[in-house]
């Protein structure tokens, strides 16, 4: 008796159908594929083969990116060091694996997480490069955010514990201090001492306050509002801290339609810290320029509120640092006000940067979406 094997035979397929096959496999894959020539000195490698997810993460065509080196990718905060580490790790024949900044053919930034591997011959040499890639930016960002959420509830929770015996330990210490005022009154040495402890007490309760208003949850109240009348308000409330000094304030309104929905209050807060900076920043005469501006943020109309003053400017790091929670370049300073800033513009769904490109003074750029019009 004969036994019949009822399993179908897979057909045979030449090579060049397995190729096919495979070339249609990896251009379907959601990661990035790019295949480069092997030499590393510039101006290689040249790229000879790129996927259609590859050109969509970085926007360039493929006819654009052929014949060219992955370093158009490269920009000004893309890391050396790794790229001089990754150049070392490959000249070895070995694989590469990091997360990078790269840029995109419009220069925006993005987060790239990369595995670079060998391609080799019969004969084990080098004869290219092929690196898989994913835009990991935001991955990263949502990390962080629920990172940065977990660090608030922790720094709230302590705040909490802490709130009730602080504010009973500040009432003791200033019921104190007024005591030895009245004692002291005609002792000018002794006067001199309570004020320095009336300070202290000034910056210990700010500190206090800060650190408290950073860590609750941020709640919003959206209305409807003029954004010329909530800077102009804002720069009132500041008019003690003014007092004495040279200051030209102006405000470039233009014909823009400045209705945004915003909460009042956090609006107020937001534009008081960035002016508080610039009046402790520059020396009189102090420039203060607030000017508007219509834009189109990702397709939506946005409002562009632009402040700029004539101090000192920011140095690399403090214009990388500027929005870091506790990173302050003031004697006395928190290191919280902008950290607010940019806690509080982000949960408007906007965004606030520090302009790259100006020649002297600090300019801050808080970008609003307009949310609905009257």
């Known amino acids: 008796m004969t036994l019949i094997d009822h399993e179908k035979t897979l ?14 496999a990896v251009e379907h894959v959601s990661h990035s594929v790019v ?38 990718l490269q920009g000004p905060n893309t890391d050396r060091n790794l790229l001089a580490k990754m150049r070392k790790q490959l000249a070895q024949g ?54 940065q959420a977990e660090r608030l509830a922790s720094i709230g929770a302590a705040m909490a514990g802490l709130s009730h015996e602080s504010r009973n330990a500040l009432q003791r210490i200033q019921a104190s201090v007024d005591e030895l005022a009245e004692l002291g009154a005609d002792r000018p040495e002794l006067m ?46 500041l008019a003690i801290k003014r007092e004495g000094r040279t200051i030209w304030f102006r405000v470039h309104a233009g014909n823009i339609d ?13 534009l008081r810290n960035i002016f508080e900076n610039s009046l402790a ?11 508007f501006a219509e834009v189109l943020h990702l397709g939506q109309p946005t409002l562009r509120i632009s402040l700029r003053d004539n101090g000192p400017g920011l140095n690399d790091e403090q214009r990388r640092r500027i929005f870091d929670e506790f990173y302050t370049t003031k004697p006395n300073g928190t290191g919280l006000g902008m950290a607010i800033v940019k806690r509080l513009v982000e949960a408007h769904g906007g965004q606030v940067v520090v302009a790259a490109d100006f020649r002297s003074g600090a300019e801050i750029i808080v970008t609003l979406p307009r949310g609905r019009r009257r």
């Open 192 to 237: 001199a001492h309570i004020a320095g402890i009336r300070h202290s007490q000034d910056d210990l309760f700010q500190l206090y306050e800060e650190v408290r208003e950073f860590a609750a949850p941020v709640r919003l109240d959206q209305r409807i509002c003029y954004l010329d009348n909530i800077v102009h308000d804002t720069w009132a409330t």
């Open 94 to 147: 070995q694989s590469f694996t990091c997360e990078l900044i790269n840029y995109r053919k419009d220069r925006s930034e993005y987060l790239v997480e990369l595995a670079l591997d060998p391609v080799r011959d019969e004969a084990e040499k080098i004869t290219h490069w092929i690196a898989v890639q994913q835009d990991v930016t935001e991955r990263r960002r949502a990390e962080e955010t629920l990172a």
């Open 281 to 291: 920043a520059c020396s009189d005469p102090v420039e203060i320029d607030v000017s």
């Open 35 to 72: 295949i480069t020539t092997a030499e590393l000195d510039a101006p290689g490698p040249r790229i000879v083969y790129v996927t259609p997810a590859f050109s969509r993460m970085t926007g360039y065509a493929k006819d654009e990116l052929i014949g060219k080196t992955p370093r158009i």
């Open 11 to 24: 057909p045979l397929q030449s090579g060049d159908e397995i190729l096919k096959l495979i070339k249609a």
């Open 258 to 270: 400045l209705q945004c929905e915003v909460d009042e209050f956090a609006m107020r807060q937001t």
